[in-house]
């Protein structure tokens, strides 16, 4: 029941910029877009979430286009050790609570 | 490093047997959420306590249950263990306010043997 879609695969140049898209066509408006990847079978690992403002820290930056229906998810200068499953988000509403929806999210392979 | 800690890292078993995943969240996380990962599937939501209280439950089975302790640690009790319980569990973490995120432990690889 993941409220997003992704590309299920894309590779990237060590080196170069990854542009990451998701599409959240359906998000209502007080509902944040979150960001994590998986490298192999560690833990997921946070990176980024936004609600309406491109978002930027150490890992990545994150832009929602004005009508909040896709965003991307941008890391500058992909290394080998960004390899790894990168999902995005949409909270799913779990009565009066709230659950993380992990889709099949997209896998990046970062090459030499 | 999350934060977040899981015990123990690995844990072999045979069916039938029961088992207890232990769970500390970050230091003043109140919510503690359960998450398992199988080969054939994605991660699946399990169940999410806050403050002691349990919030919401996901694809949890009837054999599975969970509690949280007054210091906020948390446990996930397998029971009646079958081959397809066979799954990396992992934990989260977040802070009281809802829209954080959560921030996950290294996982239990539980296998059934």
């Known amino acids: 029941d993941a409220k997003t879609t992704q590309p299920t695969s894309m590779d990237c140049a060590e080196g170069r910029a990854a542009n990451l898209p998701c599409n959240h066509s359906t998000i209502s408006g007080n509902e944040y877009v979150y960001w994590y990847r998986q490298i192999h079978s560690q833990g997921p690992q946070y990176i980024i979430h936004g609600l309406k403002n491109n978002e930027t820290n150490e890992m990545a930056s994150l832009i929602i286009t ?9 890391l500058p200068h992909a290394t080998l050790r960004d390899t790894a499953v990168y999902y995005c988000i949409v909270r799913v509403a779990l009565g009066n609570d709230y659950k993380l929806s992990f889709g099949a999210g997209t896998t990046v392979t970062v090459r030499a | 490093d999350s934060g977040v800690t899981q015990t123990p890292k690995h ?3 045979a069916t039938g047997q029961r088992v207890t995943l232990r769970c500390s969240p970050r230091s003043g996380d109140l919510s503690v959420y359960w998450y398992q990962q199988s080969l054939d599937q994605g991660l699946q939501f399990l169940i999410h306590y806050y403050n002691g209280e349990e919030r919401a439950k996901g694809n949890i089975l009837e054999r599975f249950s969970a509690q949280q302790f007054p210091d906020l640690h948390s446990e996930l009790n397998l029971s009646s263990l079958e081959l397809g319980d066979s799954a990396l569990y992992f934990c989260a973490s977040s802070a009281a306010d809802r829209n954080q995120p959560q921030h996950f432990g290294d ?4 296998s059934i043997l």
């Open chain 2, 107 to 110: 996982g239990t690889r539980l």
């Open chain 2, 11 to 13: 844990l072999i078993t």
């Open chain 1, 66 to 74: 004005e009508d909040r229906k896709s965003s991307t998810l941008i």
